[in-house]
């Protein structure tokens, strides 16, 4: 049987262009690094950003901002300032605390007054939009440009135009010079890429280069599989490509018995075990037609029994297969008993005892408006796909 056959299989020799393997063999000059540096440091200028924290009260109020600069000048925390008289709720209960500026990230008149401070003081009054600051100078840092602090990221800035114009030459000649070798291990011996053997790969993949299925496609193709040439050059994203050409193609083959006794033995248990189920599902099938309750068969059997009430289709609480079934069964005069097998396995007897009809009429004019285009568009559907199987079975293909 098919079920016992082995996988008809592929090995593969590959080269892989790599953007990330060409990175790891490059080198940058400290003499490199220095000119770049020069290029780009060259009209800089060192900048100072600072710290600020504020006390914002609404209007000018004299009497108000005079009281505050009077606590400040006894000595009165600028932290308890804010918490008594800011009303910056977001920075009140943080000392006033704004974070840094590198002076453009408050109006102008701001950062001219905060610019005058040395560190600790206080500016006086200050209107922007907001209202009225008392702006404190809490700390300065100096921002410069550094040999030290940029070499890291003009060596790797260095390192990707190199790699880039070296890739793009590499492709260039892999594509060019792949097509026809006779190997692709010389191959990649002459471009200095590396080289690989896959391990063995059915058409359904496998590890490594074989999770790729462009690698599958390709390896599987006719020109690769029976004409063994190598494959075109196969984009697999992030800047990796790959050429692939046949080493070894396994054919498909009957196991041995060896093999595959443990399936066999469990193919049969399955099957005779379906059979046995089967059997005696239908057995109690026919209990149930010849009139016996559906509950005193499954308490008699020992089987587990659920009713439901009301059930609907889209009712959460009845299995989704069985259900199906149950709105799928006509309606008789009596009960109405059927049986399926679930994609799990497990045999179902389903009484249906009765069936209600929905009432349309029932249904709000805007849902009755969505079921009617939900059943027109259903139908246009079915229209339109025998109409197109009708063109297909009268169609033919010429080559």
Request: no cysteine.
């Amino acid at each position: 049987q098919v079920r016992f056959q082995s996988d008809e299989q592929v090995v593969l020799e590959f080269i892989e262009l790599n953007r990330e393997l060409l990175m790891r063999d490059k080198t940058v000059t400290d003499e490199a690094i220095m000119m770049r540096f020069e290029e780009e440091s060259d009209g800089l200028a060192s900048t100072t950003s600072r710290r600020a924290a504020h006390i914002l009260v609404g209007s000018e109020d004299s009497a108000l901002i005079t009281e505050i600069q009077k606590s400040i000048a006894e000595g009165v925390a600028f932290s308890e300032l804010t918490k008594q008289y800011s009303i910056d709720f977001a920075t009140a209960s943080k000392g006033g605390d704004l974070g840094f500026t590198d002076g453009t990230s408050f109006p102008e008149n701001f950062e001219q007054a905060l610019a005058k401070l040395a560190v600790g003081e206080v500016s006086d009054p200050v209107s922007t939009d907001s209202g009225v600051h008392l702006i404190k100078l809490i700390e300065t840092e100096e921002s410069t440009f550094t040999l030290a602090g940029e070499s890291e990221r003009i060596a790797a800035e260095l390192m990707a135009e190199s790699v880039d114009t070296e890739f793009v030459e590499m492709l260039a000649r892999l594509r060019e010079l792949s097509y026809n070798a006779e190997s692709l291990a010389d191959l990649a011996t002459d471009l200095g890429l590396p080289a690989g053997l896959s391990e063995p790969l059915s058409r359904a993949g496998g590890e490594g280069i074989g999770a790729a299925p462009e690698v599958i496609a390709a390896g599987f193709s006719d020109e690769v599989l029976f004409d063994q040439f190598a494959s075109e050059v196969l984009e697999l994203g992030n800047d990796r490509y790959v050429v692939v050409k046949l080493k070894e193609h396994i054919l498909a083959r009957q196991k041995t018995f060896e093999e595959v006794s443990e399936d066999v033995r469990a193919a049969y248990t399955e099957e005779r075990a379906n059979q046995i189920l089967q059997q005696q599902g239908t057995a109690l099938v026919e209990q149930a037609q010849d009139g016996e309750s559906i509950e005193s068969i499954a308490q008699a059997q020992n089987l587990d029994w659920q009713v439901v009430l009301q059930a609907r289709r889209s009712s959460g609480d009845v299995d989704a297969e069985i259900n199906q079934l149950a709105f799928s069964m006509i309606p008789e005069t009596r009960a109405v008993t059927q049986s399926f097998s679930t994609r799990a396995g497990d045999f179902v007897v389903i009484s249906l005892e009765r069936n209600d009809l929905g009432d349309f009429s029932a249904v709000s004019e805007e849902e009755q408006v969505g079921l009617r285009r939900a059943v027109a568009r259903s139908m246009a559907n079915r229209e339109f796909q025998a109409y197109g199987n009708s063109l297909l079975e009268a169609s033919s293909v010429s080559r």
